[in-house]
């Protein structure tokens, strides 16, 4: 296992750190960290945008368009905004004040663009709003990382790695959220596209709570 060396400093200024705290989400900050590391090396080196599947209300992708703004990229990020399956009511992650009234339904939108604004980030992030498997359909670009952090179903995580997976450059990086190879710490879907990822050729690059980072091997 290497470590990863970017060229600048892999941690963000202290008022993007600062917005990360106070966003609404779920991303330990060692393990945002991590990730921040990994989307400057992959950016900073390709040149190429970062991608995140799973938007939630942007914490994460705070730090994914900083990285961006430093390696004069984008971050792309994709949601429906609806919620995943533990966010809907009655589930663990359920938060009441992120129902939209008048449909009834989750809608995260509007708290990921506020999250941005505070931060100063919005130049630096398209927002992609739909189903990840018909997004990943119709792209047709490149990308320096996939940050898998979507829905924890075995449907919805191995369908965010079979649909983004592939847009990956050579020697891009792919991170994976909420790996617990143990199944009393949480779900095993993440876990299993872990494992997946491994065996088509990925490997491993750092290792931070549940975090994971890979490389896809140089053909």
Do not use: K, N
């Not at 449909?103 to 189903?131: I, K, N, Q, S, Y």
């Not at 990382?145 to 450059?169: M, N, S």
């Amino acid at each position: 296992m290497t470590d990863l060396t970017p060229a600048a400093p892999a941690t963000p200024d202290p008022q993007v750190l600062d917005a990360f705290r106070a966003a609404t989400g779920f991303m330990p900050e060692d393990e945002g960290l991590a990730l921040y590391a990994a989307a400057l090396e992959a950016a900073g080196r390709t040149g190429l945008p970062l991608l995140e599947i799973g938007t939630y209300c942007g914490r994460s992708a705070i730090l994914l368009a900083d990285a961006a703004r430093r390696a004069g990229t984008v971050a792309l990020t994709v949601d429906h905004h609806r919620g995943s399956e533990e966010q809907q009511p009655g589930w663990e992650y359920h938060d009441p004040t992120l129902v939209d009234p008048e449909v009834g339904l989750m809608d995260t939108l509007p708290r990921f663009r506020r999250t941005l604004h505070a931060a100063g980030l919005e130049p630096h992030v398209v927002a992609l709003v739909g189903r990840s498997p018909q997004i990943a359909a119709v792209w047709q670009g490149r990308l320096s990382l996939v940050f898998i952090d979507g829905g924890h179903t075995d449907e919805h995580a191995t369908g965010d790695y079979l649909g983004w997976a592939p847009h990956l450059a050579e020697d891009g990086l792919l991170v994976v959220h909420d790996v617990f190879p143990d199944p009393a710490d949480g779900g095993q879907a993440p876990y299993r596209v872990y494992l997946r990822a491994l065996d088509e050729g990925f490997e491993e690059v750092s290792v931070t709570g549940s975090l994971r980072v890979l490389r896809r091997a140089a053909s």
